[in-house]
Nanobody, 126 residues
Framework: QAPLVESGGGSVQAGGSLRLSCRFD????????MGWSRQAPGKEREGVAS????????TYADSVKGRFTISEDNARNTQYLQMNNLKPEDTATYYC???????????????????WGQGTQVTVSS
């Protein structure tokens, strides 16, 4: 079984909401990092959000600040990406990722995360 399992993608109209879930069973550490990146057709992969598991600090891309929220549920080894006020430009395949933290409880850049899920499609229509 893949260590990262995503769910929750789908199709919505602009202004709608979706919640992505990612279950991760690959680490036994108390603290590690998880996040989401996305890739639209013909575009480079873009980091969306990350969270320091066990500490709670988060980072967001400017394009999603105020609309997306990343959170964790340690009891379920699951993290979530709540996406509100979705826009057509949010259409992409969303990938869950995991990584060990850098020193001082800081997460690496999402491009440097080492473990990736298979992706889940999000389509926002205007």
């Amino acid at each position: 079984q893949a260590p990262l399992v995503e769910s929750g993608g789908g199709s919505v109209q602009a202004g709608g909401s979706l919640r992505l879930s990612c279950r991760f069973d690959g680490y036994t550490y108390v603290n590690y990092c998880m996040g989401w990146s996305r890739q639209a057709p013909g575009k480079e992969r873009e980091g969306v959000a990350s969270i320091y598991i066990g500490g709670g600090s988060t980072t967001y891309a400017d394009s999603v600040k105020g609309r997306f929220t990343i959170s964790e549920d340690n009891a379920r080894n699951t993290q979530y990406l709540q996406m509100n006020n979705l826009k057509p430009e949010d259409t992409a395949t969303y990938y869950c990722a995991a990584a060990l933290p850098l020193g001082g409880g800081v997460c690496p850049s999402l491009r440097n995360f080492r473990l990736w899920g298979q992706g889940t499609q999000v389509t926002v229509s205007s």
